[in-house]
């Protein structure tokens, strides 16, 4: 029986939809505090939108996004609206954040800070997933997928970049500490690649030693799954001991930055998280390669290596880089606690902000860390789907 025309054909759009109606209704869109230790007063997008009549344009993309919710996704038309709705509500929001912390600025509270409340990022979010849905229906291809998210923030940037979103507190903190945010972003950068280059470097080896020699693998896959049973804060604590003591007995160590505490001890408990998922991707790879291939190979009269290098490595490639791609995500994110002992990035930010209760500071820390995973996830997607072909 034909659907009545008019009928709500996208439920995945719908219900974005009403979240997105809860979430005006129930929760702040921007808090209000005197300082950025106290804790501050809810302000409700309706009542951004009532402190100037004229600011009611901004959210007029919402209007895209409830017209493409009377088509169906797979339809051309839905997809442009999902995803020009999307873009525009999301640029839309951010600046009445904007717009309404700039109004807010006065000499009587020169402290005074406008932060995005909980209602503003819950939006972020379902606009976010409203236009991936969008660019998941035109095309799988990761590069058609990071193209449009990366249009679909860029009014959000040139907002950034203009400086329309300065007033707000999470800027503020950023313009007080536009020093330390670099130094950490070069300290967490440092603290991935350190990680991930040894993490490859020893991995590799070893996930190509256990698939050649199968009774190999249920030992060394279940010492490495033994480590990551362990926190990452306990790891750290115990290779503080001997590599404090190394650096103590071997004075050179210590001048080349080894100690119990900062980037070695890190890198060191990073590199054994990494080396699980390298390990089980390589062997993975190489394990999914049909038999008779290698018998093809093996009868056209090439070498072990040339076998290796010309047959086994492209085969297993896309399922060793998938693997990669997980474990760079999972380096960004456990680098953050390294800053425990000294090792910095941005988990320090983080924890600063923890320590001082100044939730800016937190989301200082954060939001970067976020930011660098999902773009990473992103390009290892593209190189992936590049080099596949």
Not at 19 to 28: C, K, M, N, Q, Y
Not at 345 to 359: I, T
Request: charged residues 10%; hydrophobic residues 60%.
């Amino acid at each position: 029986m034909p659907m009545p025309r008019g009928h709500l054909r996208n439920p995945v759009l719908c219900a974005l939809l009403l979240v997105g109606l809860a979430a005006v209704l129930e929760l702040a869109f921007v808090t209000q505090a005197p300082n950025r230790l106290l804790s501050g007063v809810g302000v409700s997008l309706a009542e951004v939108i009532a402190a100037d009549g004229v600011r009611g344009w901004a959210l007029a993309p919402v209007l895209l996004l409830m017209a493409a919710a009377l088509h169906t996704p797979t339809q051309a038309r839905a997809r442009w609206l999902t995803l020009l709705g999307a873009t525009g509500s999301l640029a839309g929001l951010t600046w009445l954040a904007g717009t309404h912390a700039t109004a807010l600025l006065s000499d009587d509270l020169p402290l005074g800070r406008t932060a995005l409340g909980g209602g503003y990022w819950l939006l972020a979010v379902l606009c976010g997933l409203a236009a991936a849905e969008a660019l998941r229906g035109w095309s799988a291809r990761a590069g058609v997928s990071l193209f449009g998210g990366g249009c679909a923030v860029a009014p959000v940037v040139v907002l950034l970049l203009s400086g329309h979103l300065d007033a707000l507190s999470l800027l503020k903190e950023y313009a007080n500490r536009q020093d330390v945010f670099d130094a950490a972003l070069r300290r967490h950068l440092l603290l991935v690649v350190a990680t991930l280059v040894p993490a490859v470097l020893i991995g590799l080896p070893l996930g190509v030693m256990v698939a050649r020699r199968p009774r190999l693998q249920p030992a060394l896959l279940s010492v490495l799954n033994l480590v990551q049973t362990v926190p990452s804060i306990a790891l750290f604590a115990l290779l503080m001991v001997p590599l404090a003591a190394l650096a103590a007995h071997w004075p050179v160590l210590a001048q080349w930055g080894v100690s119990g505490i900062g980037v070695a001890p890190a890198v060191t408990a990073l590199t054994l998280y990494a080396l699980l998922p390298v390990v089980r991707s390589t062997v993975a790879g190489l394990g999914q390669i049909p038999p008779e291939v290698l018998d093809a190979a093996r009868g056209m009269g090439m070498t072990p290596g040339q076998r290796f290098w010309r047959v086994e490595v492209p085969l297993a490639w896309p399922v060793w880089l998938a693997g990669l791609r997980v474990t760079a995500v999972q380096v960004l994110g456990l680098a953050m606690v390294s800053a425990l002992i000294g090792a910095g990035g941005f988990g320090a930010v983080m924890f600063q902000g923890l320590l001082s209760s100044a939730v800016d500071l937190v989301l200082l820390g954060v939001v970067p860390v976020v930011a660098l995973a999902v773009v990473a996830d992103g390009l290892f997607k593209v190189l992936a789907e590049w080099t596949s072909r």
